[in-house]
């Protein structure tokens, strides 16, 4: 049976922003499908968690989002199980440096398959039954996909032809499909980041709110994107403390 409550898939959703982005959508009355690559005890934990507080409420969904024919298999789950589909959230992404001379074919599949081609298809395999709701897509870039970052060319790249994605999909989809995307800045620090504190001091010295963002920060710009703008589509809200306003 079609379920009452709205239905979103959140890939990358066990761990980090992902997950307060689930949890964030879950508690404003979202059943959330809850994709996942490697971590299924994190995944779980957080089923867990959710079904605690509403029962009947999550899917799990592992999958590599770099095989292609995984991708329409997940929208075909979520609906399978839960009857609808009312927001994609495109949040799963990979992240390394590429220094120029040391970029590779592998390095440029990684980066483009989970931040740009997975993303897009799952769009596509969506449209749809989100049209079906009058539904949203919400996409989630980066600030480095208008100004670049040092040593990460590719990632650059990749979260730009998402920025592009984002826009060219609103005007596809539209009427019946909202389609935003979100730009973080300084949320969490990379679990590989090797950094010093001194680096990390400097870029927060260049963010005029002088603080990192919280991952519910950007959930709460992901909520809003989904259910309150509602005239709002093809736009990317930056969500970064001010960071581009000092170049």
Same mark, same amino acid.
Not at 51 to 73: I, K, M, N
Not at 161 to 179: F, I
Not at 204 to 210: G, M, N, Q, V
């Given at each position: 049976?079609?379920?009452?409550?709205?239905?979103?898939?959140?890939?990358?959703?066990?761990?980090?922003?992902?997950?307060?982005?689930? *949890?964030?959508?879950?508690?404003?009355?979202?059943?959330?499908?809850? #994709?996942? *690559?490697?971590?299924?005890?994190?995944?779980?934990?957080?089923?867990?968690?959710?079904?605690?507080?509403?029962?009947?409420?999550?899917?799990?969904?592992?999958?590599?989002?770099? /095989?292609?024919?995984?991708? $329409?298999?997940? &929208?075909?789950?979520?609906?399978?199980?839960?009857?609808?589909?009312?927001?994609?959230?495109?949040?799963?992404?990979?992240?390394?440096?590429?220094?120029?001379?040391?970029?590779?074919?592998?390095?440029?599949?990684?980066?483009?398959?989970?931040?740009?081609?997975?993303?897009?298809?799952?769009?596509?395999?969506?449209?749809? #039954? !989100?049209?079906?709701?009058?539904?949203?897509?919400?996409?989630?870039?980066?600030?480095?996909?208008?100004?670049? %970052?040092?040593?990460?060319?590719?990632?650059?790249?990749?979260?730009?032809?998402?920025?592009?994605?984002?826009?060219? %999909?609103?005007? /596809? %989809?539209? $009427?019946?499909?909202? &389609?935003?995307? &979100?730009? $973080?800045?300084?949320?969490?620090? $990379?679990?590989?980041?090797?950094?010093?504190?001194?680096?990390?001091?400097?870029? !927060?010295?260049?963010?005029?709110?002088?603080?990192?963002?919280?991952? *519910?920060?950007?959930? /709460?710009? &992901? *909520?809003?994107? %989904?259910?309150?703008?509602?005239?709002?589509?093809?736009?990317?809200?930056?969500?970064?403390?001010?960071?581009?306003? /000092?170049?």
């Amino acid at each position: 049976m079609e379920s009452a409550r709205p239905i979103a898939l959140v890939t990358g959703a066990a761990r980090r922003i992902g997950a307060d982005i689930a *949890r964030h959508l879950h508690a404003a009355g979202y059943d959330i499908a809850l #994709h996942y *690559r490697n971590a299924a005890a994190d995944a779980q934990a957080l089923a867990t968690e959710l079904e605690t507080a509403r029962a009947g409420s999550t899917l799990l969904l592992q999958a590599d989002l770099a /095989e292609f024919d995984r991708l $329409p298999e997940l &929208v075909a789950q979520t609906v399978g199980r839960f009857g609808r589909l009312d927001a994609l959230v495109n949040n799963a992404s990979s992240f390394m440096p590429t220094p120029l001379g040391t970029a590779t074919p592998a390095h440029w599949d990684a980066l483009f398959a989970s931040n740009a081609r997975a993303p897009f298809f799952l769009a596509q395999a969506a449209a749809p #039954h !989100l049209k079906a709701t009058r539904g949203a897509i919400v996409n989630l870039v980066d600030i480095y996909a208008q100004r670049p %970052l040092r040593d990460h060319a590719v990632y650059c790249m990749a979260k730009a032809a998402l920025a592009m994605a984002t826009q060219s %999909l609103a005007l /596809e %989809l539209a $009427p019946q499909v909202r &389609v935003n995307a &979100v730009a $973080p800045g300084a949320i969490l620090w $990379p679990e590989n980041d090797t950094s010093d504190d001194r680096k990390q001091e400097v870029l !927060l010295a260049r963010t005029p709110l002088a603080r990192t963002g919280t991952a *519910r920060e950007i959930a /709460e710009a &992901v *909520r809003w994107l %989904l259910q309150d703008a509602t005239y709002t589509t093809g736009q990317i809200l930056r969500v970064d403390g001010g960071r581009l306003l /000092e170049g």
